[in-house]
C-alpha cells in the first residue's frame, strides 16, 4: 500500500473513533454550550494537540514501555480515571448555579483554560495510545517513510481538532444554548454522572489489572 493509502486508512480509522461519544465530547460540548463558542474552539485545539502527542508516543514504540512496566500503565490508568471523576464533581457540584452566557470574551485567560482541561481530558485514557499503536502497527509499513512520519500527527490533529471544532459550533449556537440553560441543572448532573462513570471505569479497569 502507498504512502498516501495508509495515511488515508489510519486517518480515517481515527475519525470513527473520534466521533465515538465519550468523555472528550462531553467535555468539549459542555464547554462550547456553558462558556463560548470561542472557548469550545479552544477546547476543540486541545483534544488535537492530545491526539498529536498519542500519535507521537505512539509512533515513538512508548507502548512497548507500557506493556513492559504493567505498573506505570496502572498508574496512568489510575491518575486519569481521578482526572475524569475531579471533572464530573466539579460539574456536578456547579450543576446548581445559575449561570451567564455571552459570547464575549471576559479574559484571556478562559480559552487557555478551556484548551487546558480539554488537553487534559485527553490524555486523561491512556487506553487512547493502545488505540494508536495498534492501527499504526496494523498499518503502517516496518519501514516508516519520513514523509508519512510528518504527515501523520498533522492528519490526527486535524481530525481531532476538526471533529471537535463541529462539536463546538453546534453546541455554542442559540438553540443549544437555549434548551442547556431551560435544564442546566439536569443536564450537568447527567454530564457529571456519565464523566464520574468513565473515570470510575477507568480506574477499576487499571485495579483490576493488578
Do not use: C
Amino acid at each position: 500500500m502507498s504512502s498516501a493509502g495508509v495515511f488515508i486508512s489510519i486517518v480515517a480509522a481515527l475519525a470513527v473513533g473520534a466521533m465515538s461519544p465519550g468523555p472528550s465530547f462531553v467535555v468539549v460540548s459542555r464547554i462550547a454550550i456553558s462558556r463560548s463558542r470561542l472557548d469550545g474552539l479552544a477546547a476543540a485545539l486541545g483534544m488535537g494537540a492530545g491526539g498529536v502527542v498519542f500519535a507521537v508516543l505512539a509512533l515513538a514504540g512508548l507502548t512497548a514501555l507500557l506493556s513492559q512496566f504493567e505498573w506505570l500503565y496502572i498508574l496512568l490508568k489510575v491518575a486519569g480515571g481521578a482526572y475524569l471523576l475531579y471533572i464530573a464533581v466539579n460539574i456536578w457540584r456547579g450543576a446548581a448555579q445559575p449561570l451567564e452566557v455571552s459570547d464575549a470574551v471576559h479574559s484571556h485567560r478562559a480559552p487557555m483554560r478551556s484548551f487546558t482541561t480539554a488537553l487534559l481530558t485527553q490524555l486523561s485514557n491512556p487506553k487512547t495510545i493502545i488505540v494508536y499503536a495498534s492501527l499504526f502497527a496494523a498499518l503502517l509499513p516496518r519501514t516508516i517513510p519520513l514523509d508519512l512520519m510528518i504527515a501523520l500527527p498533522l492528519g490526527v490533529f486535524a481530525v481531532e481538532a476538526g471533529w471537535y471544532s463541529i462539536v463546538a459550533f453546534v453546541f455554542s449556537a442559540r438553540h443549544p444554548r437555549r434548551l442547556y440553560l431551560a435544564a442546566k441543572s439536569w443536564i450537568d448532573r447527567a454530564a457529571g454522572a456519565v464523566m464520574g462513570g468513565l473515570g470510575l471505569r477507568l480506574i477499576l479497569s487499571g485495579l483490576s489489572a493488578r
